[in-house]
């Protein structure tokens, strides 16, 4: 009885090894395994919350455009008040946009630049987009101007340098900004830096 019984089994597991045979066309037979993706970052973006313009203060619980740009730059650390305008993480061709909230002013409204801290610099790449406020914003270099006609009249601000007239390799976007009352008398009184510029 025994034998039979054995014997029963081992045809079972010929004929079951005769299907699986056939079933696995040209004895091809995938094994399952993972694959690794690529690590994929959300880029920081960056909401600007009011409209004044002073020293990195990062954990005031407001977003200034200079602090935004100096944290994309890294030049600053963005303490925890700061960070409840920031998403995402920094990486490359971050985003900074401006805050609708009606409180804010910022729709419409005027930026001057702090005439002791100087121009906006930027050194890595960078989308600036003030394209959903519907008015705009202005940026303006013109605060302690006396008169831009005479000599020694002109503030000497740009509002953006982007590293001079020398090739570099940023990719800057600007959008929905105007620029306004930069005076300075050699390379571009806006702002410096032509290439790979897109405005």
Known sequence: MFKR??????????RNSRTAARNNVGGYRRRLRHEHLEGRHMLATLTVSVNSDGSILPNDGNLTLREAIA???????????????????FGQNDMINFSTDPAD?????????????????ITESVTIDATMLPQGITLDAIETEIDPTVPGGQDGLRVFDLGGPETFTLNVTLAGLTMTGGDLRSYGGSLCGPFGLAA
């Open 71 to 89: 944290y994309v730059n890294r030049d600053a650390e963005p303490l925890a008040g700061d960070l409840t305008h920031i998403t995402g993480t």
């Open 5 to 14: 019984i054995l014997g029963s089994f081992s045809d079972s597991r010929r």
């Open 105 to 121: 002013g910022l729709n419409g409204g005027r930026i001057l630049l702090d005439d002791f801290l100087g121009q906006l610099t």
